[in-house]
């Protein structure tokens, strides 16, 4: 589930990205008032515009839906235990930890009242 999220998030981002690129600018439409013909293109004067605006609207939801999803499932993820931590093989035996020798009280306090000011 992790690994399809990623995937759709990098989709969404790049067409996120390409849209805003292929949109124009606010002062791009200063040509088409003085008659540069804007008027006959594909979606007419405006309705370009307003098609790429609801498009990268929508991209835009779905980045931040995805990415609060993603932040979730990494935040509650198990760190699954490396492969390459423990190379020895699966029949090797694994050194033991050392223990420590336990103290009485009496050793404590000794070691407490020995200790220079």
């Avoid at 929508?58 to 235990?81: P, Y």
């Avoid at 931590?85 to 050392?98: F, W």
Wanted: glycine share 12%; no cysteine; charged share 15%.
């Amino acid at each position: 589930m992790y690994e399809v999220l990623m995937v759709v998030y990098l989709l969404v981002a790049i067409a996120l990205i390409g849209l805003i690129l292929i949109q124009q600018g606010k002062g791009a439409d200063m040509g088409a008032s003085f008659g540069a013909g804007a008027s006959g293109t594909l979606f007419g004067s405006s309705g370009a515009g307003n098609a790429l605006t609801r498009a990268t609207a929508i991209l835009a939801i779905l980045f931040f839906i995805i990415s609060l999803a993603i932040g979730n499932l990494s935040a509650n993820h198990a760190k699954v235990d490396d492969s390459w931590n423990n190379l020895g093989g699966v029949g090797q035996a694994t050194e033991e930890p050392v223990s420590t020798p336990k103290t009485t009280d009496a050793e404590k306090n000794k070691t407490e009242d020995t200790i220079p000011d």
